[in-house]
């Protein structure tokens, strides 16, 4: 039986969601957890990679497991927390066809990215502090031409295992929030490196030293060494991954979570 595993992470702790040798990572701490609450190898395959450093507050992942009779998944899911990390916790838990895959399935996948214009103590994992606000109305000017089927070649990192960097981006923009602004990025896949690229190179466009014309030709340049330098990884976060409605029928997400904002 193959399940879909909803599930939130702090990433300031882990090297990525990926397995990497000699190192720790969300899913290799997933698949950990898993094999010893159902006490069989398990592996689970992710939605998309998350670099190091970056967080989720919503990741799906798939696995595929025969559930003993007396194991019911909300019993599952209860066990599973109590074995993971208290920095990773899982969410929901439910049944999906045997064909169903959490990365190829996926349809749109969200990313936000968090800055901080007011020092706050309980934040320097969790967003960027800039000590001078950037200009908002260039950003988005800049930001506008990331809409639409594009090569993101100029925001990727080099040497990656892409076969191509096509992405289509249906939303894109700067939103202010208390305290801060939220970057939100929207689109059906993502390249290595890509948002936080894209946020730094549009972090220069609001400090003034590039402008949003200059950020599109950077853009269609399709050359990396044009663009600025990436984003630090602390104010990134998966937020939304969305599937067709008959995978993910009926799955009760937990309200409120953090750093999810509906702007």
């Not at 595993?5 to 000699?22: R, S, V």
């Amino acid at each position: 039986m193959r399940y879909f595993l909803h599930l939130a992470y702090d990433g300031t702790q882990y090297h990525g969601w990926q397995h990497q040798p000699n190192t720790v990572t969300v899913q290799r701490e997933l698949d950990r957890c898993l094999s010893q609450v159902l006490r069989q190898p398990v592996y689970s395959l992710g939605s998309g990679r998350t670099d190091s450093g970056v967080h989720a507050s919503h990741q799906v992942a798939h696995f595929d497991a025969e559930l003993p009779d007396t194991l019911d998944l909300e019993t599952l899911l209860y066990r599973l927390n109590r074995a993971l990390p208290r920095d990773i916790r899982a969410q929901a838990v439910h049944p999906v066809p045997d064909q169903a895959h959490a990365r190829y399935d996926a349809k749109h996948r969200t990313y936000e990215y968090h800055v901080r214009l007011v020092p706050d103590p309980f934040s320097p994992n969790f967003s960027l502090y800039l000590d001078r606000a950037p200009d908002v109305a260039a950003m988005n000017q800049a930001a506008a031409m990331l809409l639409g089927t594009h090569d993101f070649t100029s925001f990727s990192k080099v040497k990656g295992s892409e076969k191509h960097y096509m992405c289509t981006c249906v939303e894109a923009g700067w939103h202010e929030v208390p305290g801060g602004l939220v970057f939100r990025i929207r689109a059906n896949r993502f390249v290595r490196g890509m948002v936080r690229l894209v946020v730094g190179t549009l972090l220069t466009v609001g400090r003034g030293k590039m402008t949003p014309e200059e950020f599109g030709q950077v853009f269609t340049s399709l050359n990396r060494v044009h663009a600025s330098g990436a984003a630090l990884a602390n104010g990134l976060f998966l937020c939304r991954v969305e599937y067709p409605a008959e995978l993910v029928a009926g799955v009760d997400l937990p309200k409120g979570l953090p750093y999810f904002s509906k702007v």
